[in-house]
Structures are given as C-alpha cells and as structure tokens.
C-alpha cells in the first residue's frame, strides 16, 4: 500500500542521513609567532613580489601564515596548517580572507607553497607537510627554504601521470621555475626593510622567465628616479659640451681674425 505524498514525504525526510555541516567557529590564530623576524619580512617579500608581479590581475590570492581549513575532521581537532606563504589561482582575489578555507572557496586548495624552514619545523616541513600538500592539497608546486642558509632551496612539482612530486633541477643561477606562475624562484642579495643579506642570509626572490627580478613597487619607483635623475644629469652634460664646443668655435673664428658677432649678422 503506498503511503500520501504528504506522510511519504515526511517518512523519507527522517530516515534522510544527517550530513554533518562545517564548522562556522573556526580559529584564525594559535598565538604562535613566526621563527623570526627575517621569516616575517621573506614571508611577506614573496607575497608582495607576486602582487607585483601580477598587477594587473585580480584572479588570485597571495597570502602568509593563515590556516588552510580542508576538512571538518581536521577543523574539529585543530589541526592546523598554515603555509608560510601560498598562492591560489583562478580565484575571486578581491575578497578578505583570514584563513584559506576550503569548502567557501570551491575546493580550490592553494597552487604554490613555500616554507621557510627552521630549526623546530624542518623535520615537519620536509616530512609531514610535504605529504599533506602531495596527497591531500595536490599542490603543483611545493618549495623549502631556510632564510639563514643560501643553499637550501629545493622544490617538488606534481606532475599530471607521475606519482606524487618530482624534485626539480636548478638552472644555471641556482633557480627553480615555478610552473604554476611561470616565475623562477631563487636567491637575491639585497637590503628588505633595513634587514640586508649577508654571505649566510639571502632572500628568496622571484624572477620572470626571462631572468629579470620582480621588482617591489618601491624598487621600481626607485630605479625610475634614477633613471630621470641620470637623464637630466646626460642632458647638462650634452649641454655643457655643447656649450664649451661653442666657445672652442668662437676663439677659433677670432683667431683667424673674424668677428663671430658680425659672421652671425649681430
């Protein structure tokens, strides 16, 4: 015998699975402060590099040092995970964000992370994070760096019918390309906000695949200067040379017994 529309209804909606919802409280800060200072400025040095790099986009998202929620599992436990800095792509990147999570972004889990590794997390870093990104973010392209040693950048890139990441070969600078945002990834030594590089301390940079340096939007103002400063400096120099060819001709003229003032119908 079937049931009214109504009373089947009603039976089909209590015997419907309950589907747990996401979490809504989620924690944006665990209190911990980075390594160090220079984490701090590299952190945000590679967040402002891609901005300028991709000036003139708004379909991406720069960040650093936020928690990227992926599961309500993991959300429940406060497991946290937050890369030191990442980039998602395709991506609505006008929105304010205090942590990357996933089920309000479309499953989208960031293209690019870099760690900067330190004493107390290179072991999680080179380990446990690199699998998390490998099997459960499927990051293209994974980095590690220590701040403190020029020599420790190394990269992984998941590459589509390989298993899991593949480390990638540096070029004849010492740098790695980054597929995901056709950049290289390397070295530079440089003064960051008064915090210069030293022999043991570079900065990670990120160049275009022609090899220039992304420049900060300070640096660029600042070379511009220069290069007016330079030209107005070339300009009183074409000057001043023009001008000391002009007495030269004058004397010349003189000596030869002409009256330049008369030549010139003066």
């Not at 665990?30 to 300028?52: C, F, K, T, W």
């Not at 390309?177 to 900065?203: F, H, K, S």
Request: aromatic share 12%.
């Amino acid at each position: 015998m079937e049931l009214p529309t109504e009373q089947a209804s009603i039976q089909a909606e209590v015997h419907q699975p309950d589907i747990p919802m996401p979490p809504t409280n989620l924690t944006f800060d665990d209190g911990e402060p980075l390594e160090s200072p220079r984490h701090r400025i590299a952190m945000n040095l590679l967040i402002r590099s891609v901005q300028s790099a991709f000036h003139d986009r708004s379909d991406f998202f720069a960040g650093g040092n936020m928690f990227v929620y992926y599961s309500r599992t993991q959300a429940m436990n406060q497991d946290f995970r937050g890369p030191d800095f990442f980039v998602t792509l395709d991506v609505d990147g006008s929105r304010e964000r205090k942590a990357w999570v996933t089920w309000e972004e479309e499953g989208r889990f960031p293209d690019v992370i870099v760690e900067f590794l330190s004493p107390s997390t290179e072991k999680v870093d080179r380990e446990d994070k690199k699998r998390l990104y490998e099997r459960i973010f499927k990051t293209q392209d994974y980095f590690i760096f220590d701040p403190f040693d020029p020599n420790s950048l190394q990269g992984w890139h998941l590459q589509i019918g390989r298993r899991g990441y593949q480390s990638l070969r540096f070029n004849a600078q010492g740098w790695l390309w980054c597929e995901a945002l056709e950049l290289w990834l390397g070295t530079w030594q440089g003064v960051i906000d008064r915090e210069p590089a030293t022999g043991t301390c570079d900065w990670l940079r990120f160049y275009d695949p022609d090899g220039n340096l992304i420049l900060l939007p300070e640096e660029a103002e600042r070379i511009e200067k220069e290069a007016e400063r330079a030209e107005k400096e070339a300009e009183r120099a074409r000057a001043d040379r023009a001008e000391q060819e002009n007495i030269r001709l004058i004397e010349q003229l003189r000596v030869r017994g002409i009256n330049p003032e008369e030549l010139l119908g003066n």
